[in-house]
């Protein structure tokens, strides 16, 4: 019978290849590892499980087994995956319709669980991590802030530069001036 693993702190393709890792090195069947868990061909024993967060851990990823946990999880992975996976011309979606669609719960439900949970509103984790792709963007030095702005959805430059002014304390020209890399954040840790 198979079996769903929720797993935390999940974020990119490397990710996915660590955690497979993890599977193989526990000789755990996997029909899929991808962001955010794995689904198995068979539920894992007691000790398969204890065996499997302890490894988890050590690569700092985290099990989740709690459904309000697991569903936080998703609705942040969704958002990390749209933002910096997919092609960015898709981001001029309304997020409420994507993320219900997505997760099949209706948005506000969606946004009231992550507000208690995490201590920010779903609307500010959305825009924290769209200005940690506009710093990744900045840093590469390869697009105009014109061309970003078009890429992330945004209705204009200066609808850009006032959200990550908002967020950063400097405008984007500023930050793109003084090469801030150290002044990224890890998108996992965005809460």
């Avoid at 990710?15 to 794995?38: M, N, P, R, T, W």
């Avoid at 988890?56 to 969704?78: A, C, P, V």
């Avoid at 946004?111 to 792709?133: D, H, R």
């Amino acid at each position: 019978m198979s079996s769903a693993v929720h797993i935390k702190n999940m974020v990119c393709p490397r990710c996915i290849a660590a955690v497979q890792q993890i599977f193989d090195k526990l000789e755990v069947e996997v029909e899929s590892v991808y962001l955010g868990g794995a689904s198995l061909v068979e539920e894992l024993s007691k000790d398969q499980l204890s065996e499997l967060d302890q490894l988890l851990l050590h690569g700092g990823f985290e099990r989740i087994d709690d459904k309000k946990s697991q569903l936080l999880e998703n609705i942040k992975t969704s958002v990390i995956d749209l933002i910096h996976h997919k092609e960015h011309f898709q981001l001029q979606v309304n997020w409420s319709d994507y993320l219900s669609e997505q997760l099949n719960q209706d948005y506000h439900c969606l946004s009231t669980l992550f507000s208690s949970v995490s201590g920010i509103t779903l609307e500010q984790y959305i825009i924290k991590q769209k200005i940690e792709k506009v710093k990744e963007y900045l840093i590469y030095d390869e697009l105009s802030v014109k061309e970003i702005a078009f890429r992330l959805g945004y209705s204009s430059v200066a609808h850009l530069s006032a959200q990550f002014k908002k967020v950063t304390g400097m405008a984007p020209s500023l930050f793109k001036q003084s090469h801030h890399s150290n002044g990224r954040q890890s998108i996992d840790s965005i809460s």
